[in-house]
């Protein structure tokens, strides 16, 4: 298995500033997603973070809002940028290498005020 | 469209007693399946995952079935505890499309004494 660390657990942010979450694992792996889960709502993936080059983003998500860096096997961030009210949501980061299952950080919960 | 459906959307159950979700696939071509369990707060955490060639595994009191040829999984939940109170999500997961997830919307499990 694989240990995630997600930070931070949650914030409070203003509306039109930025909130860079991140994510460490314990262990090097393949790929590296993010999601985000909206109140009531089941996980719905941002994008692929792709080691050392641009991240792969799902229909409705652009890198000028959700930038996404993958520096190595074992981190990532995303940027949760020029927020509004709507972006309140938990996100999370998930790892899955070839052999092995999704697992899942304990979640990044952001309100925007 | 790949696509994953579950019901009951909520359940409410009585302590000690059993529970079986349901969880209905169309995603082509099929890898795996898998049924998480969600505390509120919390990121997915892993209980079963099957490829087509399973049609039954437990973990514990969770016992997951599928039948790849109907397209269908459940989740059966033996003697329910208070720590079940969870949702429950059913994913699956096509190699050919870069091992994305679908996520089914969860079933929403209250446990009461």
């Known amino acids: 298995s694989a240990v995630i660390s997600q930070k931070p657990s949650r914030d409070i942010c203003q509306r039109g500033t930025s909130l860079t979450i991140q994510c460490q694992v314990d262990s090097q792996v393949t790929m590296m997603f993010w999601y985000r889960q909206q109140p009531g709502q089941s996980l719905t993936l941002i994008a692929t973070?792709?080691?050392?080059?641009?991240?792969?983003?799902e229909s409705g998500f652009v890198i000028d809002k959700f930038p996404i860096s993958r520096p190595n096997l074992t981190f990532s961030t995303l940027t949760v940028s020029n927020m509004s009210p709507e972006d309140s949501s938990i996100y999370l980061c998930?790892?899955?290498?070839?052999?092995?299952?999704?697992?899942f950080g304990q979640g990044t919960r952001l309100t925007v005020v | 469209k790949n696509q994953v459906e579950q019901s009951p959307q909520s359940l409410i159950i009585l302590e000690g007693k059993n529970c079986t979700l349901q969880?209905?696939?169309?995603?082509?071509?099929?890898?795996?399946l898998r049924w998480y369990k969600q505390d509120t707060g919390r990121g997915p955490v892993s209980l079963t995952i099957?490829?087509?060639?399973?049609n039954t595994k437990s973990n514990g009191r969770y016992t997951a079935t599928l039948d790849a040829d109907t397209k269908q999984s459940s989740l059966h939940i033996t003697a329910s505890q208070l720590s079940d109170s969870a949702s429950y999500i059913c994913v699956v997961s096509a190699w050919a499309a870069g091992n994305k997830l679908t996520f089914g919307g969860g079933t929403r499990v209250l446990v009461k004494p």
């Open positions: 998930s790892v899955e290498s070839w052999s092995t299952e999704a697992f």
């Open positions: 099957m490829t087509f060639s399973e």
């Open positions: 973070a792709n080691q050392g080059s641009e991240a792969t983003y």
């Open positions: 969880c209905n696939y169309t995603v082509s071509p099929f890898s795996n």
